[in-house]
């Protein structure tokens, strides 16, 4: 049985997908690398498993990342999971530093990660935090540390223990959402892992080139999947965090969205967002802008 399963979710990225796999050079790790073509066309060439060894390519149709993800990760045979993109590629050093930390058997592993392309910079896991190694005990972080975590689980720079994965509802993967959808996985686990390796050494390099997420969008950021959930779905994961934490974290992360909606004048989005969350009129910005927009129609 491979102790790791590099799971590659796949979509027209045909122009970088080989570097990614030529990154993957293990020689003590048993890997396996499952690549889930989510409906590309052309399809990926299947003639490209003869040039890479421990590769098996599946082809579904157009579902999203989240589904072909979930796919990957349902096949596994691997210990742990590392979900990579195509874009991605992982740091010379990569087998170097996960062996050391997986002699400890975390559940979670979390790393660096370093944008390559428009952005040139690195991201620590828990940036701005004092102690950037050694174990997370998400029991112990306040909200605001807990919202700066779910932004820095980068999934090419994460691992996780197959058995752990399989306790959550794995990636988002409804209505083919491109924004959010990994954060959804990471919530859970914040909600109920006792504790999280981490390291601020630098595990995968992320190209930013080749990104399409909200590409034919007019302006912003698609709507996050996290924020589109209703609280109750996350209930039963509460055990690091009880259920008020919980739905505080929700308010304040959709809180932040309407602002946002609001900032970028998509009102029809926004609308429809409040309409589905009605608690969000107890937000002054909200009910600032909302009485200014019946004042000003007058």
């Not at 066309?41 to 579902?63: C, G, H, M, V, Y």
């Not at 932040?256 to 009605?278: A, D, G, H, Q, T």
Request: with cysteine; proline share 5%; aromatic share 14%.
């Amino acid at each position: 049985m491979p102790k790791i399963s590099i799971i590659i979710p796949f979509y027209q990225k045909h122009q970088t997908v080989e570097r990614c796999l030529q990154s993957i050079t293990f020689s003590s790790i048993s890997y396996e690398v499952i690549i889930v073509d989510d409906g590309s066309t052309p399809p990926l060439a299947k003639n490209i498993e003869d040039k890479f060894p421990n590769l098996t390519i599946i082809r579904e149709k157009n579902s999203g990342p989240g589904a072909a993800r979930n796919k990957g990760a349902n096949i596994a045979r691997g210990e742990y999971l590392l979900f990579l993109d195509a874009d991605d590629f992982l740091h010379q050093d990569f087998e170097k530093e996960v062996s050391l930390l997986m002699d400890n058997n975390p559940e979670v592993i979390v790393g660096s990660f370093y944008y390559v392309g428009k952005k040139q910079n690195c991201q620590p896991f828990f940036d701005g935090e004092q102690v950037r190694e050694g174990i997370l005990a998400p029991a112990q972080i306040n909200l605001d540390q807990f919202r700066t975590a779910c932004n820095f689980f980068q999934p090419g720079a994460c691992m996780i223990r197959k058995d752990v994965f399989q306790k959550t509802k794995g990636y988002y993967d409804l209505k083919k959402i491109l924004f959010g959808e990994d954060i959804y996985l990471w919530f859970q686990v914040l909600l109920f892992c006792p504790q999280i390796e981490r390291t601020p050494k630098i595990l995968v390099y992320v190209d930013d080139n080749y990104s399409v997420l909200g590409v034919g969008r007019k302006s912003g950021k698609p709507i996050s999947a996290l924020a589109l959930c209703r609280d109750e779905e996350f209930e039963p994961y509460c055990i690091n965090k009880n259920p008020r934490f919980m739905r505080n974290f929700l308010f304040s992360y959709r809180k932040e969205l309407s602002n946002r909606l609001i900032y970028e004048k998509r009102y029809k989005e926004l609308l429809c967002f409040v309409w589905s969350f009605p608690q969000l009129f107890l937000s002054w910005s909200l009910l600032s802008y909302f009485v200014k927009r019946l004042i000003s129609n007058k």
